[in-house]
């Protein structure tokens, strides 16, 4: 299968995703009490970090088939990892479970019953995308997803909840679904196949641990903002705050579609014009990427309506998209390809460094939610021109800056100053204007590039 059925095939599935979140998540806003939604909002703040019990086993495992075929790895050695990686997480569930149940923390409870089922599933996503099965991931993507949005139309209209734990353990169900899934596949795929112990098995903490020290900062930095908002600022600023994030959220499933696609291929060949050109086709979608905040204040405005002090909060941080999208997809992907863990790790913490500062500053001097996603979206083009020095064929060139400082400008201008309808116009316009004057012709070729499949093979 070639780069651009996987791309299809995987975008497709996310959309469906993307479709599902929208719902949800302008549907559980309005049912919940400001209190309930901040509950399932420092939740889910929670479970994002889980992954962490995995102390780098699962990324060590990434790194170590990335850019290989299935039929090309050991699978004894495989179902050894995958049971290695089992025993691990229940025995990280079974202390967290203690712990909150000795503080009486219901959020860490029921945190302490998804780290066993969630971490099974993102094994083998994470395996699936290294090895370029994304056929079964797909799959994976497609069963949560619906399940994910008939358990939440059932709590919104037939079981009427409003209580935040209902919600929760509809994640937990979710996140059950998709692991007796994978590990039926998985059962039946290495039926009959020894589990047998290599020593070489150690490398994937020690490659991992560097990996993971880095993931999990950058999860700190994606998330930094919301722990300044929960420590500093009051419950509501809190759900606020969460749910313009949970906006910003919707539109990076979309690209991180791309990501997992790129680094299977990227692993493989390192292309410097494909990947380049790549990054400039990036900096556009991620310019359109910011224009579907005109879309969210249109519901939130006309259907949402106690939720309009976060529009703010949302466009600033829409802003950033153009930057974000290059850093997901081709900076980090970079890294983890040349196996460059280490300096990887580096750049994370700098990034983690600079995005603390510039949060503790809003804080002491502003107290302002919205000078918190001013700071991480300053934060997202620190990182993205910092990196480019790593990768000096990712040149900085005039076009690219006055492309992206055009349309920052223009898209905070017109998502301030002009109502959703009007304001969506003009940064349209905006786009394609600096689209035509600086890329037209690049874009043009990307478009004969995806209708002759000379790129996508």
């Known amino acids: 299968m070639n780069i651009k059925e996987n791309i299809l095939r995987i975008f497709s599935a996310n959309f469906l995703e993307v479709i599902s979140r929208i719902i949800i998540s302008f549907i559980i806003p309005i049912i919940l009490s400001i209190t309930e939604y901040s509950n399932l909002k420092t939740y889910m703040l929670y479970i994002s970090y889980i992954t962490v019990f995995t102390l780098g086993f699962e990324e060590g495992m990434y790194i170590k088939y990335g850019g290989k075929e299935f039929n090309e790895i050991n699978l004894e050695t495989f179902k050894y990892e995958h049971r290695l990686y089992i025993l691990l997480q229940i025995v990280f569930s079974t202390i967290v479970f203690l712990l909150g149940a000795f503080s009486e923390n219901l959020i860490l409870i029921l945190m302490a019953i998804t780290i066993v089922p969630y971490n099974i599933v993102v094994f083998f996503k994470a395996n699936y995308k290294a090895l370029g099965e994304f056929k079964i991931y797909t799959k994976i993507v497609y069963l949560q997803t619906i399940l994910d949005l008939i358990l939440n139309i059932l709590l919104v209209f037939f079981i009427k909840s409003r209580s935040y734990i209902m919600f929760c353990l509809a994640i937990i169900v979710i996140n059950l679904a998709g692991a007796f899934y994978v ?17 070489k098995i150690k490398n994937n903490f020690k490659v991992g641990f560097v990996i993971l020290i880095a993931n999990l900062s950058i999860m700190i930095f994606y998330g930094l903002d919301r722990w300044f908002i929960k420590i500093f600022f009051t419950e509501y600023d809190f759900a606020y705050y969460s749910f313009a994030i949970s906006m910003l959220n919707l539109i990076n499933i979309l690209i991180n579609s791309i990501s997992v696609i790129f680094y299977n291929y990227i692993a493989k060949d390192e292309n410097k014009t494909i990947i380049n050109n790549l990054k400039r086709y990036l900096l556009i979608l991620g310019a359109f990427a910011s224009l579907s905040y005109f879309g969210f204040a249109a519901v939130i405005n006309i259907f949402i309506k106690k939720y309009i002090p ?55 001097l502003f107290k302002n ?21 790593d990768f000096s064929y990712l040149f900085k060139d005039k076009k690219e800056l006055k492309f992206l400082t055009i349309n920052l400008i223009g898209f905070l201008i017109s998502s301030h100053l002009f109502n959703w309808f009007l304001g969506g116009i003009i940064y349209l316009a905006i786009i394609l204007l600096t689209v035509k004057i600086f890329f037209k012709n690049e874009f043009l070729k990307g478009m004969d590039y995806m209708r002759n499949n000379r790129y996508l093979k």
Do not use: H, Q
Request: net charge positive; charged share 20%; glycine share 4%.
């Open 310 to 364: 976060s529009l703010n909060i949302i466009a600033i941080s829409f802003s950033a998209y153009p930057y974000i999208i290059v850093i997901n997809v081709v900076i980090v992907n970079l890294y983890k390809a040349r196996k460059e863990e280490r300096k990887y790790l580096k750049v994370v913490l700098k990034m983690l460094g600079i995005a603390f500062l510039y949060n503790l500053i809003a804080t002491i």
């Open 183 to 199: 590990e039926g596949n998985f059962y039946k795929k290495l039926k009959g196949i020894k589990c047998v112990y290599d020593k």
């Open 369 to 389: 939610s919205i000078l918190i996603a001013v700071s991480t979206t300053a934060s997202f083009i620190t990182w993205y021109f910092y990196s480019l020095k």
